[in-house]
């Protein structure tokens, strides 16, 4: 059964309108993002761990996004510093239990809505496994909770993604048989986590 909420389920319509909007071409994309855009200015997603925010700004124009919460890595599993090139978005992803989370009895989830990485996950540190991710509870955003990762809730990612896709910066979605949605970026994106 799903554990759906009014705000899963507008996280989920958003979702399915960035899906629809690029839903022309599912083939796989060969490229590198910096392959795409030679000469362009990169766009940045700045998390400054003192305030808890997320902000996203483009290169080109100077033109600001959306500025969110986030929760962070607790002490000892702190979240990684530092500059990270960003490959690509999932939406609806998969999900594989770290090590405390195998320790209570977690399984892996197929790719949806309801996993604990909720509507989105940008990979960005450790092979893909520390994440900027959705499924986040408002009441933890602004608290060092995670294993590590970078969480906010459905609803905010997803406006930063749609943001970014106003800005040219995602190809067409590529539909996994997991059931998980790839987009990868087509113009160059970092992380900067301070």
């Given at each position: ?71 962070l890595g607790s002490p000892g599993q ?117």
């Amino acid at each position: 059964m799903l554990r759906t909420t009014p705000q899963k389920l507008q996280a989920y319509s958003l979702a399915l309108v960035l899906f629809a909007q690029s839903a022309g071409t599912v083939a796989a994309d060969p490229h590198s993002a910096a392959d795409h855009a030679e000469g362009t200015a990169p766009l940045i997603m700045e998390i400054e761990s003192t305030t808890f925010e997320l902000r996203v700004r483009d290169g080109r124009d100077g033109r600001i996004g959306p500025t969110i919460r986030v929760a962070l890595g607790s002490p000892g599993q702190s979240t990684p510093t530092g500059r990270f090139p960003l490959e690509r978005i999932i939406l609806s992803p998969s999900w594989r239990p770290g090590v405390l989370a195998k320790e209570t009895g977690a399984q892996p989830e197929p790719a949806s809505l309801e996993t604990p990485m909720g509507a989105v996950k940008i990979p960005f540190a450790a092979g893909g496994v520390i994440a900027l991710h959705g499924g986040g509870d408002r009441k933890a955003l602004g608290k060092p909770i995670s294993a590590g990762c970078v969480r906010a809730t459905d609803a905010d990612l997803l406006r930063v993604v749609a943001w970014l896709d106003e800005r040219d910066a995602l190809a067409d979605a590529r539909a996994l048989r997991s059931g998980e949605i790839h987009r990868r970026f087509q113009r160059p994106i970092e992380l900067v986590v301070r």
